[in-house]
Nanobody
Framework: VQLVESGGGLVQPGASLRLSCAAS????????MSWVRQAPGNERELVST???????YYANSVKGRFTISRSNAQNTLYLQLNSLKTEDAAMYYC??????????????WGQGTQVTVS
């Protein structure tokens, strides 16, 4: 299993970013996928999950601002981040779930991409 995130960067509050996660080594379309973030000194936080049939979950802190999507044809997971706030700054990780549906059971993470909002 390999998950490679990209798209992070330094932006000002109110700006947007689009994160991508290229997946390989497993049948991407068979698993729910998630984005998780961790800021220094904080616990890892589940940001969003998308199931194999497109159902989505968002943390309350990002609901209405972030959008998760996936391309099974390209084995890629996306996270559109809009109206970024300073509290969104963190390392963002792509994660493979154990199941096809939303269950909160991630078991493999990528190396992460840094989002800085300042």
């Amino acid at each position: 299993v390999q998950l490679v995130e990209s798209g992070g960067g330094l932006v000002q509050p109110g700006a947007s970013l689009r994160l991508s996660c290229a997946a390989s080594g497993f049948t991407f379309s068979n698993y729910a996928m998630s984005w998780v973030r961790q800021a220094p000194g904080n616990e890892r936080e589940l940001v969003s999950t998308i199931s194999t049939n497109g159902a989505t979950y968002y943390a309350n802190s990002v609901k209405g601002r972030f959008t998760i999507s996936r391309s099974n044809a390209q084995n890629t997971l996306y996270l559109q981040l809009n109206s970024l706030k300073t509290e969104d700054a963190a390392m963002y990780y792509c994660a493979k779930d154990l199941r096809a549906y939303i269950s909160g059971t991630m078991h493999f993470w990528g190396q992460g991409t840094q989002v800085t909002v300042s």
